[in-house]
Every structure is written in C-alpha cells, then in structure tokens.
C-alpha cells in the first residue's frame, strides 16, 4: 500500500524561503544596504552625521532617488533645498540644465563635487579639480569667510579638492588670494546656489574634526535661505556606484527579481522532494531465453552443479517425450523411442544409462559437480533425440 512522503525539516526550510521571498516585497522602498558614502551610511565617508544636525534643526529631510528630472517636476523650488554631495558619476547635459532650471525658478542648490572632480554648471560656477592630487585642508583658528557665516573662535580643519570659479560670492578661501575660494555662492533669477570644492568636508569624519560641523551646517543654512524642506539626492550616487545583484533590488525590477527567486525556490523544492503518493515500480523489461540461458549456466558453472543442470534438462525432455520418472522404466521404454527417433536402440539405452548415473548423483549429501564439456555433450544429445522424436511423431 501506498503512502504520502511526510514533510520533514527540510521541507519546512523551503517553505520558509518561499514565504520569505513573498514578504520581501513589501519590505520599505530603503531597506537595501547604504552605500559606503552615501547620506544613510554612518562610515566615515558617509554623510549621515549631516541629515541628522539638519533634523535636530528643525528641517524636514527626505531622501530621493529618483533622478533629478523627476525630482525637479515633483518637488517645489520655492520651499525646497536640493543637496547633492559627491555623486558618483559625471552629470550628464541634461541633468545641468534640470539643476540650472531648478535655481532659476527659485530653489536652492547645495552642490559639492567629488574630490578631484571638475564640474562646470554654466551660470552657477565651475569647480577645477585638483585632478586627484592629495586633498587640500583649511587649517587654524580664523580661516578666510565671507561675513554672515560667524567664523569668530572656530578651528577648522576643512578638507577641499579644488577651486571654485564664478560670478558669485566667495563663502570660503583656502587663502588670502581671491583665486583661492573653495565656496562659493550665487544668487540667480530668485534662487540660490551653493557650490563647493570637494564632498569631504560634509563626510561624518569630517564634521567630528574641531568645528567643522559648524562650517558644513552654516553652508547649508545659506544655501537653503529660509527653505525649511531639504531634498537629499541619491539618484548620482546609485546610477554611479557599481552594482550588479542591487540593480535587480530597485524598486521598479525588485518586484520581478523577487518572483524570479520565488520561482527558483519552488522548482529546488519540488526537485529536492516527491510530492504525492510515490509511484509504482516500473515493469521489469522482458528478457530474452538466451539471457536465461547464460544467467543459468553461469550460475551452475560458479557453484559447481554440472550434474544439477543435466538434470533439469533431462526433466524437461521427460515431460515432453512423456517419459517415466523411474530409471528403469525409461529403460523399457528405450526400444519404443528409438524407433520412434530413428535411433539404435542400444544407443538410447547407453544414454539413459549415463543420465541415471547422472541422476544418482544428485541425489543430497553427493557431489554434484561435473565437467562442462560432460555436461554440455549428455545436453546436446538430449537436445537431438528430442528433435529427432518430434519430427517423427509429425
């Protein structure tokens, strides 16, 4: 009788990563694993430290990664500041001009290169990289700042990888020379821009050295202006960083990934175990009379019963030729067979003779082992006095 396979422990882990693969999407859209210097990472390179001296203020932030097109269309310039630290890739034409749009229609942009990274924003300004040299560092008790950013008792040891060119004002010089600003900021068509040399000095190592943070949360006041809404973009940082497995975990492909998981999971599992009542055992394939014969022959050469293989052939003649069981009764009936095979009679009478010594050896407790070609030639004439009785008897 057929049973089911019961459910063991290995079918509860499938089940488990199954149902797990389902809840995953529905996980929060930032659950995936910041980057090492993105504004969610706490490492030293990430600027997490900045989102939250900006909440403790009073702003409201939020993080985007959508690109800046769809930011730009969905966010309003007037009352939102765009922060955008370190991306990690170029900025494409048509990203320049959405961040152009976005101050020319009243918003505020704080815009920090990569260091070693030269950018050019059009009317906005230009940062010259240092083209990856060792980063510059603002150092002493009274570095060169514009007037409103309170530099009175700060130590700063603000770390910049280049210069900022443009029509604006300088917030922060590396020196007494004007060509030395690593800040500055401009004013255009209603918005406001800050533009600086460099996302270091915003890094969560940064803002821990002496008074840093005072400068990097003075920068944003004056890049926000009054805009109490700060937008944090994280779409340069995503679309930049390498990333093979997090591309699937996107929030438009998650979705198809994760079924694809699910998918996978459901076929290890159905190819792990059965399901159902098991199946029948197959018909054993049919065999032909000459495997049986070799089957049989082998068998009786390994253990040695030649005399027991006679035997069962002289047994099967018998049946066939209606022959008695006892010894000498076939040997009456030798004569009538020989007739009816065309023998000799004292021919067929020597053959039953030799297959009742035969016979007498099979008996329990003697030895029946028995040389081949014996075997095989009391066989053969068994085989031919059978042939021979049955083409006469037709």
Known sequence: MMTRVPLGARDAAWATACVLALLAQFAPADWRPALPDDTRSPAPEGQKALVLLAERAGYETVRRESPLAVVAGEETPADTLLVVLGPARELTGGEEDVLEEWVSDGGGLLFATREGRSLDLGPLGRVEGNGGEDVGRLEGAEPSLAAGLDSTGLKLFWPYGGTVEGAGEALVKAGANDEDRVALTQTWRGGTAVLAAGSAGFSNRSLAWGDNA?????????????????????????????????????????????????????????????????????????????????????????????????????????????????????????????????????????????????????????????????????????????????????
């Open 214 to 394: 005072a400068l990097a949360f003075r920068l944003l006041e004056r890049a926000a202006n009054g805009r109490r809404r700060i937008v944090f973009d994280e779409s340069l940082n995503l679309t930049g960083t390498p990333k093979t497995v997090a591309l699937l975990l996107d929030p438009e492909l998650r979705p198809l990934t994760l079924h694809l998981c699910l998918l996978a999971l459901l076929w290890g599992w159905w190819r792990g175990r059965a399901f159902g009542p098991p199946l029948p055992d197959p018909d054993p394939p049919r065999r032909t009379l000459t495997d049986h014969t070799d089957a049989a022959g082998d068998l009786a050469w390994r253990t040695g019963d030649g005399a027991g293989v006679v035997g069962w052939y002289r047994r099967a003649v018998a049946r066939d030729l209606r022959l008695p069981a006892d010894a000498k009764e076939r040997a009456k009936r030798a004569e009538a067979l020989a007739v009816a095979a065309g023998r000799d009679p004292a021919a067929v009478r020597d053959l039953f003779a030799r297959l009742a010594a035969v016979d007498a050896r099979t008996q329990p407790g003697m030895k029946t082992a028995m040389k081949r070609r014996a075997a095989a030639g009391l066989i053969r004439e068994l085989a031919a006095l059978r042939a021979d009785a049955g083409r006469r008897r037709r």
